[in-house]
Structure formats: C-alpha cells, structure tokens
Nanobody, 121 residues
C-alpha cells in the first residue's frame, strides 16, 4: 500500500506564505508525477501544480508566479511553497502521486487526506 501524508497547512493572513509538504511511504517501487490539488468551499477539486519525475513543472494560471512546486526524490517528498496568499486560495490542499508498487505493476493514482489552508483578508 501507499500512503501520502500532507503537512504545513494552517491559517495565514493575506499576503503571507505557507509551505506544504507531502511524504510518500509504503510500497514505492517507482514514483512518477506528483502534484497538488485543492478544493475550496463549494467548489470542485482543481489542479494547483504538478511536477514530473524529471522535474518539469506545470501550474494553474491562478497561482503562477506565487506558488512553487518542488520534490526530493531521495526522500519521496513533494513540496508547495505558497507566497502572496490570497483569500481565494482558501481550500483543502491534496497531495497526489502516480506510483508503481512493484516491478511490472501498472501506474496507480494515490491521494493524501488533505490539509486545510485558510487565508484571512
């Protein structure tokens, strides 16, 4: 099995910063793309940022220039540095990873439980 555990959420004032971390553990033969998604109140889950195993990144337009995704392959970690936070960034943030649990296994999608980020105005 694979577990993804997020940390680093909290309450911050507008203009502030937070750094989210996600630790992957369990049967991790290979980790492919990793990413962060969020779901705000009354909204659907949306992509925030993704990063490939080679380090290629992709961002939602709404966070470009403010958020930075990074990963540490040796530690099986992915991070999201969030700067210049806005009230509309308030959401539950979820970590996501594509994982092969053994040699020859298909890639499977895994999600963390989420961490709450609240930005006050």
């Amino acid at each position: 099995q694979v577990q993804l555990v997020e940390s680093g959420g909290g309450l911050v004032q507008a203009g502030g910063s937070l750094r989210l971390s996600c630790a992957a553990s369990g049967s991790l033969f290979s980790i492919g793309g990793m990413g962060w998604y969020r779901q705000g109140p009354g909204k659907q889950r949306e992509l925030v940022a993704t990063i490939s195993s080679a380090g290629r990144t992709n961002y939602a337009d709404s966070v470009k220039g403010r958020f930075t995704i990074s990963r540490d392959n040796a530690k099986n970690m992915v991070y999201l540095q969030m700067n210049s936070l806005k009230p509309e960034d308030t959401a539950v943030y979820y970590c996501n990873a594509d994982v092969r649990t053994t040699w020859g296994a298909r890639w499977s999608d895994y999600w963390g439980q989420g961490t709450q980020v609240t930005v006050s105005s």
